[in-house]
């Protein structure tokens, strides 16, 4: 069982920089890749960031591409958002997300497990 909890949400201006993590408590955290997707108030939820179960292979949204770093550490089961740079565009909840299946996909409805979400708000 895959159960996800995020931190590292908070309050920052314009130009600062956040680092969110997710942590699974259960045991097959490596066996699954992981995403970060977001959505802001009226939005729908878009995604952010993908790595595989490796952590050899990542894929970002064009909007945070050059900004934000997606990482992984299987032995803490962990996943890590480092988002730089940040823009007032860039409030939203960050929500992480579980993927058992190997192939690539953006598409939150192919997300297995997800977050309860932790919000970012960029100030200008």
């Known amino acids: 069982q895959v159960q996800l909890v995020e931190s590292g949400g908070g309050l920052v201006q314009a130009g600062g920089s956040l680092r969110l993590s997710c942590v699974d408590s259960?045991?097959?955290?490596?066996?699954?890749?992981m995403a970060w997707f977001r959505q802001a108030p009226g939005k729908e939820r878009d995604f952010v960031a993908r790595?595989?179960?490796?952590?050899?292979?990542?894929y970002y949204a064009d909007s945070v591409k050059g900004r934000f770093t997606i990482s992984r550490d299987n032995a803490e089961n962990t996943v890590y958002l480092q988002m730089n740079s940040l823009k007032p565009e860039d409030t939203a909840v960050y929500y992480c997300?579980?993927?058992?299946?190997?192939?690539?996909?953006?598409?939150?409805?192919?997300?297995?497990?997800w977050g309860q979400g932790t919000q970012v708000t960029v100030s200008s």
């Open positions: 997300a579980a993927d058992r299946s190997t192939v690539a996909t953006t598409v939150r409805s192919e997300y297995d497990y």
């Open positions: 259960g045991r097959t955290f490596s066996r699954y890749a």
């Open positions: 790595i595989s179960r490796s952590g050899a292979t990542t």
